[in-house]
Nanobody, 121 residues
Framework: QVQLVESGGGLVQPGGSLRLSCATSGSIFSIDAMGWSRQAPGKERELVASIPSRGRANYADSVRGRFVISRDGAKNTLYLQMNSLKPEDTAVYYC???????????????WGQGTLVTVSS
C-alpha cells in the first residue's frame, strides 16, 4: 500500500507563511495526480490545490495567487507553499495521491492523516 505523511502545520499569524510537505512511502509503482484538501471545523472537506503528473496545477478560487502547489517527482513528495495566510485558512490540511501499487492494475486514491494549520493573532 501507500502511506502519506503530512508535516509543516502549526500556528501562524495572519499575513504569515507556512510550507506543508507530504512524504509518500510504500510499494509505489507510480503516482498520477496529487493534491491538498482542507477541512475547517464544522465544514466539509474542500479541494485546495491539485497537480497532475504532467501539466498545470489547479487551485481553489479562495487560495489562487496565495498558495503554490509543487511536487518532487524523484522523491514522490508534495508541497504546499502558503502565503498571505488568513484566519479563514485555518483547517486540517490533507494530502492525497492517486497511486498505483506494485503488482496492481489500477490507480487508487490514498490519503494522509492531516496536519493542522491555525491562522490567528
Amino acid at each position: 500500500q501507500v502511506q502519506l505523511v503530512e508535516s509543516g502545520g502549526g500556528l501562524v499569524q495572519p499575513g504569515g507563511s507556512l510550507r506543508l510537505s507530504c512524504a509518500t512511502s510504500g510499494s509505489i509503482f507510480s503516482i498520477d495526480a496529487m493534491g491538498w484538501s482542507r477541512q475547517a471545523p464544522g465544514k466539509e472537506r474542500e479541494l485546495v490545490a491539485s497537480i497532475p503528473s504532467r501539466g498545470r496545477a489547479n487551485y481553489a478560487d479562495s487560495v489562487r495567487g496565495r498558495f503554490v502547489i509543487s511536487r518532487d517527482g524523484a522523491k514522490n513528495t508534495l508541497y504546499l507553499q502558503m502565503n498571505s495566510l488568513k484566519p479563514e485558512d485555518t483547517a486540517v490540511y490533507y494530502c492525497n495521491a492517486k497511486a498505483r501499487v506494485i503488482g496492481a492494475d489500477r490507480y487508487l486514491e490514498f490519503w494522509g492523516q492531516g496536519t493542522l494549520v491555525t491562522v490567528s493573532s
